[in-house]
């Protein structure tokens, strides 16, 4: 198979705790961008791991679709061999479902060659029609073992979060906004009604006094984290709100916590921030503000800082008091550290006859989770591959573990350019809270290299309650230009949100159009509340083309009302009245704003 295009090739040998021998599984991702087979036309069949509500393409595009025998129905990504022969097999929803790599799931295949199993092993797994494997005591242990071997590799996750973070900054595509939008004009057109901005309307009852009506999401936190009840307000909250806080090299982040009600943050005593596992690299940097305080998360990237630790992964915690508040009011996300999107190529490790280094590479603390999947330690030497591959081998690797109760069973990869893993199953009979540590030496003719490291075992992640409240005669169209403002431009652009500089809470705005330029239609695609339901919908783990049609609906229905509004404007002006006044820019702002905060809210009722 050829290497152009793949993202990760590697081979993982597994054993089996009751004695069946070994399995060696090899995984390799493809960039998605790779060039791959149109499916046959009179293919009509569904994926099989399509959610009810997802769009499917005419034509399949995935970069795996040349390896597959029945291209477009989402099968036989993972393969089972012995002696060479496919015996067993398994479509992507193994990916989606016990791998949780929604967005690998086009991009990756799975090899499984079992001739490592013992004799008998085998003979339960081949009896029957011979179709498939039995289902039997063997093959749930070897699933069992394939799902743990993959689903705590740390490689696959750094590609799935990658893939996740492309997803969360989605942009609309401008051609089907563009196609959309002028649909909605034309029958605007034909069925000439025209419809009233809301500035007027009645707020909802739940709504505070003296402010304005945008229709707002909330979430209580949890009080106590290992009971999980619902605390009362008040609440703290982050601004911009997402599932996960993505941090790069060189690239500050910054994130605003806050109380629901802004009246609520005058009474706050004190404010601590934590990190669960700490992150020594990851500086925060506090600006206590009137309404709440701004947090900025810088990674300082050591020189010698080796890639293969990514991506590391903790939990950022927010924790205050509250005068006349007796319990403590807590804010927690997930926080992944990525890799920079551009890097220079570092010079490449001399690989020698004689070695001179080994290390660990992976971020410590090490985690051994109970019950959970394999933990992968990258390790790092500086000797050739050859080395241990030779028969017999001229080096070999010799792994111990310090235990106070169980020593976990281990296995280690071959070298491949200098990199190699060792992966250590979580068996029973290890305790949450006891230290583990793991030597392991290479031995050669006449020399020895060592390294080491501590594991920790933990308990599994306990389940969270969350409680959730909600506050909460046309002419033919003009010619128009569609702008799409990122965050990136809020203060360089020459166009403003109706008079304002773009911000988070602005949805879009328009120009009118002059002598020399036509109608502009601005769209704020960085709004706080697109960003949040774009985080949603990776969340539920949706398809690519269907958080695109998404956030292309929502962005043609906020320019089709911004069109609606410049005509409502156009009409008064040239209508005459003295007494009707133009709405002014700030009643514009906000009819705007309330009216993507519905489309939002109804797109996410609807689904």
Known sequence: MSSTGVLADKTLRAAFHGGYGTIDIRVVVFDKGLAATPAPAHVELAPLDAAPEEVLPETDKRPISGFLEEPKRGKYVC??????????????????????????????LVVVECDGLRPEAIAELMQGSRNQFFEGTVYFALEARVIATLKGDPDLRRLEEEAEEDITSL?????????????????HHIAAPHTDHGLAEAGDSNRKE?????????QDVVVDQDSGSPATEPVL??????????????EPRRVFVHTKTDTDWKAIASLSLTLDP?????????????????????????????????????????????????????LERRLVIMPKRERLPKPPVILQDDPTFLRVTSHQPIRITLGGPDVHVKLRWDG???????VPPEWTFRVACDSPSVEPPTFLTRPVEGHFELLVQATQGLSAGEELKFDIEAIGPGKALGTAFLA???????????????????????????VYIKRENWVDTNLTCFGEPWTGAHAGSFESPSAATPLVIAINQDMDLVAQYREALVDKKLSES?????????????????????????????SGDTAADPPSESSMRDEIQRVAHTLIKLMEFTQ
């Open 79 to 108: 393969v089972f061999l012995i002696s060479g022969q496919r015996q067993h097999v398994w479509d992507n929803q193994f990916i989606v479902r016990d791998l949780d790599l929604k967005y690998l799931r086009n991009h990756m």
């Open 210 to 218: 003296n402010q304005r009506g945008s229709i707002e999401q909330t």
């Open 384 to 390: 050739r591959d050859e080395l241990v591959s030779t």
């Open 456 to 482: 920790r075992v933990v308990e599994p992640a306990m389940p969270r309650k969350m409680s959730l409240k909600t506050q909460g005669g046309a002419q033919r169209r003009p010619p128009y230009k569609l």
């Open 171 to 187: 942009q609309a595509g401008d051609e089907a906004v563009q196609a959309a939008l002028d649909q909605l004009i034309e029958e």
């Open 237 to 250: 909250q982050l601004r911009p709100d997402s599932s996960t806080i993505r941090v790069r090299p060189d």
């Open 278 to 330: 700490p992150v020594k690299e990851l500086l925060l940097t506090r600006k206590t503000q009137t309404t709440g305080e701004e947090i900025v998360f810088g990674f300082d990237e050591p020189t010698d800082f080796d890639e293969d630790v990514y991506p590391i992964e903790t939990v950022f915690r927010a924790t205050a008091l509250f005068d006349g508040s007796a319990e403590p009011r807590l």
């Open 546 to 574: 269907t958080i695109q049609l998404r956030i292309n609906k929502y962005t043609a229905h906020v320019a089709y009302h911004l069109y609606q509004m410049f005509q409502k404007a156009k009409q008064v002006q040239l």
